[in-house]
């Protein structure tokens, strides 16, 4: 995708994404108004086992979605960005499948599951929305599962990059700037890699000025050009083919 240009005030253009998340947000809140919740690092909406109620839509913030194994283990299964939709994978079961929980302080929309069915019987467009938005999920759980068994150890904390600095783009956000919401050994949790793994493959990418650590803070990340980081992952991924 084409990121948006940084102006010379800081201000980035509306992207097709963005105004689309805006268009489903203020149909939500007109045809539904939602319970706004606003939440902090660390508050958590639900968890793995509760009885599915809502669903849930991120109206601003970072969310993590984490499954806990039988001896106690929490792996981290999922990112939520502004317009996220939480929750979807409990409709089947009847219980949330794991915990909800917020990366920075948030809003979230709480939305009961049977008004929100009574409302698409009624409104067209908002069914469309909540089709879209499984559809979305599914796609990305797809995208993960393949970068996780195909991608080297280096070019899925580059696609990990990539996709988080997407994400931004997509909402209108910075995308050469911005500061990782995970700690190293979360984003190796979640990449299927090691702490370590994590810690050298970044500081390779730094010394190649693929990216650079933005003051002090190794969480603060800069990437002077973001599609280097999609040409890194091509040549690997065609490199392994060969």
Known sequence: MAFPAVGATG???????????ADTLRLLEGVLSP???????GDVI?????????????????????SVSVDGREQVVGLKFRGDWLGCGAIARGAY????????????WAIRYDELLRACAKHPALLEIVHEAMSSEIMRDRDSSMAMSTLPADARVVTFLYDWA???AARGLRADQFSL????????NYLGLTLETVSRVLSKLARERLIAF???SRRDICIPDV????????????RDLH
């Open 46 to 66: 639900y968890r793995t086992g509760e009885p599915f109620s809502h669903l849930y839509v991120l109206n601003s913030g970072f969310f993590k979605l984490l």
């Open 214 to 216: 933005n003051g002090r």
């Open 35 to 41: 319970k706004r919740r606003v939440v902090h690092a």
């Open 181 to 188: 919401r995970l700690t190293r050994a979360e984003i190796g």
């Open 97 to 108: 499948a794991c915990d909800a929980v917020a990366m920075d302080t948030a809003e979230v």
């Open 11 to 21: 201000a980035i253009a509306p992207t097709a994404t963005g105004q689309r998340i």
């Open 227 to 238: 599609h280097a980081l999609e040409a890194f992952v091509r040549r690997r991924a065609a």
């Open 166 to 168: 997407e994400a931004l």
